[in-house]
């Protein structure tokens, strides 16, 4: 395999910032690009064999208009710039919180069928939408990653937050509710396997997960590692849902600052099928739920600098 020329969006935020740390171990030249401030991905990409186009605004109580313009009008025009180089891939990162919350208690495949909650959610559907009808014109894949334990701001880690800050907080469904969580490092793995070998992933759909836990487990991990004593209420989801429908649930289920419908999320299973990506890339995930929750939870280092030149590899 000859040296790849990566051209990576996103890398100051958390999904992109995992992705960015693992291709800095492999032989390749990084080129990092924000979208929030370009237009002129012509010439950012020119050169480039691989982009893996992992920036996405979602920040919550922006306009809808905001998420349409970041996440669909960057992602085509991006697409439109890529039309023109004669690339070997380009990996679109989505999400499978676009499933919304309407989940079976069992793994779900990549054809599922997504039901986006709210406007961050629908612009991201929309966005790979839009990507899918390039696939006559660039070489796409599409990594859907599973809710990603890593270092930043993401709803998964203001709800791990919360859990360590305020130990008594109540779990709705007895804290019994499954869900696949998958590691940065994890994260960045897949998307290294998926650039090395182009000829497997391109003009293909691939999940990505580490390990299935509980959203209990989840809490009394992190607390643990903390060295917070974790002393957690029950609530049955059928009587949360009953106190949140009368306005009451801050009683005995606070939410977590920025986190949207706290209550459906924790009480409802998320589990990921991500069968094809371990058979077809022989991805294989290395950390569990504590280690992936150590390694998020003490990480402080700054994320590299966007907008730089080319970051050689080591």
């Given at each position: 395999?000859s040296?790849?020329?990566?051209?990576?969006t996103?890398?100051?935020?958390?999904?992109?910032?995992?992705?960015?740390?693992?291709?800095?171990?492999?032989?390749?030249?990084?080129?990092?690009?924000?979208l929030?401030?370009?237009?002129?991905?012509?010439?950012?990409?020119?050169?480039?064999?691989?982009v893996?186009?992992?920036?996405?605004?979602?920040?919550?109580?922006?306009?809808?208009?905001?998420?349409?313009?970041?996440?669909?009008?960057?992602?085509?025009?991006?697409?439109?710039?890529c039309?023109?180089?004669?690339?070997?891939?380009?990996?679109?990162?989505?999400?499978?919180?676009?499933?919304?919350?309407?989940?079976?208690?069992?793994p779900?495949?990549?054809?599922?069928?997504?039901?986006?909650?709210?406007?961050?959610l629908?612009?991201?559907?929309?966005?790979?939408?839009?990507?899918?009808?390039?696939?006559?014109?660039?070489?796409?894949?599409i990594?859907?990653?599973?809710?990603?334990?890593?270092?930043?701001?993401?709803?998964?880690?203001?709800?791990?937050?919360?859990?360590?800050?305020?130990?008594?907080a109540?779990?709705?469904?007895?804290?019994?509710?499954?869900?696949?969580?998958?590691?940065?490092?994890?994260?960045?793995?897949?998307?290294?396997?998926?650039?090395?070998?182009?000829?497997?992933?391109?003009?293909?759909?691939?999940?990505?997960?580490?390990?299935?836990?509980?959203?209990?487990?989840?809490?009394?991990?992190?607390?643990?590692?903390?060295?917070?004593?974790?002393?957690?209420?029950?609530?049955?989801?059928?009587?949360?849902?009953?106190?949140?429908?009368?306005?009451?649930?801050?009683?005995?289920?606070?939410?977590?600052?920025?986190?949207?419908?706290?209550?459906?999320?924790?009480?409802?299973?998320?589990?990921?099928?991500?069968?094809?990506?371990?058979?077809?890339?022989?991805?294989?995930?290395?950390?569990?739920?504590?280690?992936?929750?150590?390694?998020?939870?003490?990480?402080?280092?700054?994320?590299?600098?966007v907008?730089?030149?080319n970051?050689?590899?080591?």
């Open positions: 395999m040296t790849p020329r990566i051209v990576l996103g890398a100051d935020q958390p999904v992109g910032l995992a992705i960015f740390n693992e291709l800095q171990r492999h032989q390749a030249e990084l080129r990092l690009v924000e929030e401030s370009s237009d002129d991905f012509d010439s950012q990409i020119r050169g480039a064999t691989h893996v186009h992992a920036a996405a605004l979602v920040e919550l109580g922006l306009p809808a208009a905001d998420y349409t313009a970041a996440n669909v009008h960057k992602t085509t025009a991006l697409l439109d710039a039309r023109q180089e004669e690339l070997e891939q380009v990996i679109v990162v989505s999400t499978t919180e676009t499933y919304g919350r309407r989940l079976p208690p069992w779900v495949t990549e054809s599922w069928v997504p039901r986006p909650l709210g406007p961050v629908q612009s991201r559907v929309a966005a790979e939408r839009v990507a899918r009808t390039y696939r006559r014109r660039v070489p796409l894949s990594l859907r990653p599973a809710p990603v334990i890593a270092e930043g701001d993401g709803t998964l880690m203001r709800v791990i937050r919360h859990f360590i800050s305020r130990p008594r109540a779990l709705v469904a007895r804290g019994e509710a499954p869900l696949s969580i998958l590691a940065g490092a994890d994260l960045g793995r897949a998307a290294w396997a998926m650039v090395s070998q182009p000829e497997e992933s391109v003009d293909q759909v691939f999940h990505v997960a580490s390990a299935h836990t509980t959203w209990r487990e989840l809490a009394v991990e992190a607390c643990q590692l903390r060295g917070v004593e974790e002393r957690f209420w029950n609530a049955p989801y059928p009587l949360a849902r009953a106190l949140d429908a009368l306005r009451l649930s801050g009683w005995v289920l606070p939410e977590p600052e920025g986190v949207d419908a706290y209550i459906s999320l924790t009480g409802r299973p998320h589990l990921i099928d991500d069968s094809r990506a371990r058979v077809t890339l022989g991805y294989t995930p290395v950390l569990g739920v504590r280690a992936a929750l150590a390694q998020a939870l003490d990480v402080y280092g700054r994320g590299p600098e907008n730089s030149a970051a050689e590899a080591d």
